[in-house]
């Protein structure tokens, strides 16, 4: 199946430095990527649709400023937390779609980011 | 608008027992439905999807879900649980004329006790 990897697993950062997640869809090209956050026992929330090429749409409430997407290739698109501050300490999740029809989502394995 | 409803937080089950995991969702179009699970620390894994044809969809490590779209449900089910079943399941809705986004419900957390 198709495979999507994160990196880094988990980050222990500093607060005021910026921080950068990729996200690689292995053994398939992904027009489309997505970038979740969620906190602890919640669900995801969706943060921002990137597709490659072409600047990320941003849901309502995401500073665009601050979570930064790129997605530079059709298997690669970052997410960089500038200026982290201790309330962005969450879980990141990406996933990823080939953008053929019918076509699940494939997800990452998560990045534990924490900001002291 | 599309949305998704997990009206339990948490389902208890004995080993060995059946379970079933509820969800309700709401479209506009044709809805395309999605299971998941997710353990500690870790990604959402793809359990099964309904796009279309039979209502009845069988997915990976024995679970199934029944699409009623009369009730607009999408409840997932398993006919004996495992403690190794126990972790937090997604119900996702994808409304088939509105692009690729995902809608989760809020998650149940699923503890099968020995």
């Known amino acids: 199946g198709a495979v999507v990897s994160q990196h880094p697993s988990w980050v222990i950062c500093k607060s005021g430095t910026s921080v950068k997640i990729e996200c690689r869809s292995l053994?398939?090209?992904?027009?489309?990527m997505f970038w979740y956050r969620q906190f602890p026992k919640q669900s995801l929330m969706l943060m921002a649709t990137?597709?490659?090429?072409?600047?990320?749409?941003?849901e309502q409430g995401v500073e665009k400023d601050k979570f930064l997407i790129n997605h530079a290739s059709l298997t690669l698109s970052t997410l960089t937390v500038t200026s982290a501050h201790p309330e962005d300490s969450s879980f990141y999740i990406c996933?990823?779609?080939?953008?053929?029809?019918?076509?699940?989502?494939?997800f990452g394995p998560g990045t534990r980011l924490t900001v002291l | 608008a599309q949305s998704v409803a997990q009206p339990e937080d948490q389902v208890n089950v004995a080993e060995g027992n059946p379970l079933t995991v509820k969800c309700t969702y709401s479209?506009?179009?044709?809805?395309?439905l999605f299971w998941y699970v997710q353990y500690p620390n870790r990604g959402l894994q793809f359990l099964l999807k309904?796009?279309?044809?039979?209502?009845l969809v069988k997915g990976s490590y024995g679970f199934e879900a029944e699409f009623n779209k009369s009730q607009t449900s999408f409840h997932l089910k398993k006919p004996s649980a495992l403690v190794s079943d126990s972790a937090l399941y997604f119900c996702?809705?994808?409304?088939?004329?509105?692009?690729?986004?995902?809608?989760f419900g809020g998650g149940t957390r699923l503890m099968v006790k020995p």
């Open positions: 479209v506009s179009g044709n809805p395309y």
């Open positions: 309904y796009i279309t044809g039979d209502n």
């Open positions: 053994d398939f090209q992904a027009t489309t």
């Open positions: 990137s597709n490659e090429g072409s600047k990320a749409t941003y």
């Open positions: 996702a809705v994808r409304d088939n004329n509105a692009g690729n986004m995902l809608t």
């Open positions: 996933s990823a779609n080939s953008g053929r029809v019918y076509n699940e989502q494939f």
